[in-house]
């Protein structure tokens, strides 16, 4: 399979932002890590970061043609974006929700998540491992499907 795994606003920043909340390891590691994973698990990993919305939409869009699914980490657009929401609507691939920290234990405004209501899970809490887990989750899913 192909798995996206997508990640919003200030997550580019991961390794030096807020390090107790989020962790020292830097995106690249944690994308270095999913790829590595994925080939362990026979699927093929594409990473994509940006700070736009715009551009999420625009990758979620063009994961339609040739992926099956997407670990997505909106960032902030998690608690926010209506548009992120149609967008995985749109296009009908699974999706699992990912947050390094445990949202539902920080402040009120991080505990809705509009990107929750079009995904299959959300995994939060753990973490980069918590990426691992979003990849695990889709595959057990995907599998599941196409049999
Ligand atoms: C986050 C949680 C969000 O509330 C926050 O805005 C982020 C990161 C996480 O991974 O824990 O940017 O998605």
């Known amino acids: 399979s192909n ?10 920043l991961l390794g030096t932002r807020q390090p107790d909340v989020y962790g020292r390891e830097t995106l690249s590691m944690i994308e270095a890590d999913c790829i590595k994973y994925g080939g362990t698990r ?13 551009a999420l939409i625009d990758a979620i869009h063009a994961a339609k043609s040739g992926q099956q699914g997407i670990v ?6 998690t608690h926010t974006s209506i548009a992120l929401m149609d967008a995985i609507a749109s296009v009908e691939l699974p999706c699992v929700e990912v947050h390094l920290s445990n949202i ?3 402040e009120e405004f991080r505990h809705v998540s509009y990107i929750s ?16 887990m979003g990849i695990d989750a889709l595959l057990a899913h995907l599998d599941m499907c196409d049999d």
């Open 3 to 12: 798995i996206l795994v997508l990640n919003g606003p200030n997550l580019n």
């Open 42 to 54: 026979g699927a093929l990993i594409s990473c994509l970061q940006s700070n736009h919305e715009g």
């Open 117 to 132: 209501k079009v995904a299959i899970g959300q995994i939060c809490g753990f973490g980069s491992r918590g990426y691992i």
């Open 104 to 106: 539902h234990a920080r």
């Open 72 to 77: 997505l980490n909106a960032g902030a657009y």
